[in-house]
């Protein structure tokens, strides 16, 4: 998921929206905290560091209610009879994460009339309608750089699976079988390929280091080049043409928000334009691509693999196209949820709880909409 970097000294000079109509700060009394987290069931207790759970709540609980405030926690966001639902009328902040997201739309801002703070536990803010958020005047934010390093680590895993034809081998092993040649007529090495990552913000920039020892061709586009002397460490090339670079491209690692813009940027008619056999890693958020165009492709071999922990919606539906198509490398969003990521993500959260409840500022790279204005990479 790329994150912010130069452009957020813009954050500086936002002003207040004229529809403005809530307190960007917490204002005093007894507040009640709303958590949608995704169930650990059996596992809860194999790791006591296992906190972005419902059965921990990121482990806030008992300082929050130390501190004399309400904190409901549930894994039940969809429906107009779910226990989210229940608690709209009166919640003063919702925690929701990427991972099992609370879909917060118009429709809920509008029923929320306390509500004054929204908070990702982790990053990407997608599943929050930020227009109507802004015009509400509430304040949203997020713990920037929480798992970049787990997210990037987890996308140059993908890319190797991908390559080396990884899982038809783990297949036969489980089934039984023996051949050498259903894996290798189609499993390469890495090196001298060309991968080409869309967006270089801080995953970007963490994957392109961690393919320099590699010995690949790299590749970048984005809206601002990275930092020259990263750009002569890693050898990466920016393109400033996207059109131009993804044909060129042995490998795609999409590593940009979700915006109007970015929506279904990766439709039929570019794919079509791409190498075939072409490899796709999508980490960031899975409306970016055209579902049914990715399927199809990967069903004619034009996509010669495709892997991502990211799905439209989200938990995937069971009969997702994804699920079923040839030479998928997916998983359920997990990526940025390793226990090291639970822990800072958790830690941010309660950072920025305790800057609300004291009327504080919170760091500014967490913004994603303050007094009605979105974050540069949002707009």
């Given at each position: ?170 297949h036969q092993v489980i089934n039984g079988e023996w051949n050498v040649a259903g894996i ?96 796709i890693v999508n980490n960031a958020r899975g409306a970016l691509v055209d579902t049914q ?58 950072d920025m709880l305790d800057r609300y409840f004291k009327g504080e500022e919170f760091p ?16």
């Amino acid at each position: 998921m790329a994150m912010r970097r130069a452009g957020m000294s813009a954050i500086r000079a936002l002003c207040s929206s004229p529809n403005s109509t809530r307190h960007v700060h917490s204002t005093a009394g007894s507040k009640k905290i709303v958590g949608v987290f995704y169930k650990a069931n059996e596992y809860a207790e194999l790791n006591p560091n296992f906190v972005g759970t419902v059965e921990r709540g990121l482990g806030i609980r008992d300082w929050l209610e130390s501190q004399g405030h309400q904190y409901i926690v549930t894994d039940d966001k969809e429906g107009p009879d779910c226990e989210l639902e229940k608690h709209l009328s009166d919640l003063h902040v919702l925690i929701t994460t990427p991972f099992h997201p609370a879909y917060v739309t118009a429709e809920r801002i509008k029923k929320a009339k306390n509500l004054q703070l929204l908070l990702t536990a982790g990053i990407g803010s997608d599943h929050i309608d930020l227009k109507a958020a802004a015009e509400a005047g509430l304040t949203v934010a997020e713990v920037t750089g929480s798992n970049v390093v787990s997210v990037a680590e987890d996308e140059l895993m993908r890319i190797l699976i991908l390559v080396r034809n990884f899982l038809p081998g783990y297949h036969q092993v489980i089934n039984g079988e023996w051949n050498v040649a259903g894996i290798a007529h189609r499993a390469y090495d890495l090196e001298g390929k060309t991968v080409g990552t869309v967006g270089a913000g801080r995953i970007g920039r963490l994957l392109l280091q961690r393919l320099k020892p590699f010995n690949c061709h790299l590749l970048y586009h984005d809206r601002i080049k990275i930092d020259p002397q990263l750009e002569n460490e890693t050898g990466a090339k920016f393109e400033e043409d996207l059109d131009a670079m993804l044909p060129k491209c042995d490998i795609i690692v999409l590593n940009m928000p979700l915006t109007e813009k970015t929506r279904g940027m990766l439709d039929k008619e570019r794919i079509s334009k791409l190498k075939k056999g072409v490899l796709i890693v999508n980490n960031a958020r899975g409306a970016l691509v055209d579902t049914q165009a990715v399927a199809d492709a990967c069903a004619s071999g034009h996509i010669g693999g495709y892997s991502g922990d990211v799905w439209f919606p989200q938990p995937a539906p069971k009969d997702h196209p994804w699920r079923y198509m040839p030479n998928q490398a997916m998983t359920p969003h997990i990526s940025g949820t390793t226990i090291d990521a639970q822990l800072r993500y958790a830690a941010g959260t309660k950072d920025m709880l305790d800057r609300y409840f004291k009327g504080e500022e919170f760091p500014l790279q967490n913004y994603i909409v303050k007094e009605g204005v979105l974050a540069p990479q949002y707009r």
